[in-house]
Each structure stands twice: as C-alpha cells, then as structure tokens.
C-alpha cells in the first residue's frame, strides 16, 4: 500500500509490480472505495489475532475484512499464475467462501504437526 502499510489495505491506493511492469491500484479495482483503517485493525494480541485470522478463513469475516484478504490473495494469484487482477479477484473469492483457503491452512497445520 502506499500510505504505509506492509500489504494491500485498501485504505488507499498500491502499487503492484509484476513482469509487465508498475500498476498503480486503487480500493475501485477490488470492487470497494477506500476502507476505513478503523474497520481492519488487527487483534490485540496474538490470541485475538489468531481468533480473527480463523474467523475470516470460517466465512465470518466483515465486508471489509474479507475484502482486503481477497485482495491480497488476488495479488499473489495474478503474480503466480501470470493472469489479470479480475480473474485473481473471482479465484481469491471462490477460495475463500467455499472455505478453500481453509481447507488449505487446515492442512498446513497438520503438515507442521506431522514434521
């Protein structure tokens, strides 16, 4: 994000950098105006940060919150598989409210347990 944070927030535009070049990215491509910074703090402590992280991934996220995970998954899918930011957007959404993206940390989980 270019107003300072480590990810898309869609609190204001970005900047995504990819084999074809620097795109400026504003919340509009994401299908939302700009979103309140209030809207999408993180928990308190790690404990709440990893109740919320868990209520996004169950489909029980806010409009804003699962708007910026798709947007972030959205930009690691178009880098990785070399399509546009619409097409990321709809494989990020399908992901994450048939709880794909779930299934796919739930299995993670038992890869690090079984290591």
Do not use: M, W
């Amino acid at each position: 994000a270019l107003d300072g944070y480590d990810e898309a927030s869609l609190t204001g535009n970005l900047k995504q950098i990819n084999k074809t070049g620097e795109h400026l990215l504003t919340p509009a491509h994401f299908g939302t105006k700009a979103i309140d910074p209030k809207l999408i703090e993180g928990g308190k402590d790690v404990a709440s940060s990893a109740e919320l992280f868990l209520k996004v991934l169950n489909s029980q996220g806010t409009e804003q919150q699962n708007k910026v995970v798709i947007a972030n998954a959205a930009l690691a899918i178009s880098t990785a598989e070399d399509i546009n930011i619409e097409q990321a957007i709809e494989k990020a959404e399908v992901s994450l409210f048939n709880q794909k993206a779930l299934g796919c940390f739930e299995r993670l989980k038992k890869t690090l347990v079984e290591a």
